[in-house]
């Protein structure tokens, strides 16, 4: 075990409530799972702050549950992200072009504005990157959107674990 500090990832959605909680706990079990838990601290946030304090929406926890996943995030509390949140996280994941618009809106320089990324795009070239870059926001529908957001969520996962693990200068 090294001395240096953990990797923070923050995953970032419109509410914190639907697919950013969702994204956290795949890429915290992904990571896990590939043996790198202990170098990076994954939470999530919103760029809206209309849903802060509330928990996870309870389809989100179903969808999660239902798909074998130990940790759900009911227990969860939504946060909005704040500018001063990229002095803490390395890496800022957004679920579709509009909240990378308005984190790199929100970013005071350019290398914050960097630390933007989409998480679709580490899925693999495939089938599903026809649909474009965008985790769609189930928020409004039922519960089989969510259930397509979170098999979109684990599709683009591996690729961004993938990239964690290249040595920085590759990235």
């Known amino acids: 075990m090294t001395d240096t500090p953990p990797g923070r990832i923050c995953m970032v959605c419109s509410g914190n409530i639907c697919r950013s909680p969702m994204a956290e706990v795949v890429l915290r079990t992904r990571l896990g799972e590939a043996g790198a838990a202990d170098r990076y601290a994954v939470d999530s946030a919103g760029t809206g702050d209309w849903h802060v304090g509330e928990h996870a929406d309870p389809r989100a926890t179903a969808a999660l549950l239902d798909a074998g ?11 909005a992200f704040e500018a001063d949140w990229f002095d803490r996280y390395g890496v800022v994941i957004a679920l579709d072009r509009g909240h990378e618009r308005a984190l790199r809106a929100l970013a005071r320089t350019p290398e914050e504005r960097a630390k933007v990324r989409l998480l679709r795009s580490f899925e693999p070239a495939g089938p599903g990157r026809g649909a474009g870059l965008d985790v769609p ?3 409004y529908g039922g519960a089989e959107d969510f259930v397509t957001s979170l098999r979109i969520i684990e599709g683009a996962v591996p690729g961004l674990v993938a990239w964690l693990a290249e040595p920085d200068g590759e990235r």
């Open 69 to 79: 996943y130990d940790t759900a995030p009911e227990v969860h509390v939504a946060r």
């Open 137 to 139: 926001d189930p928020y």
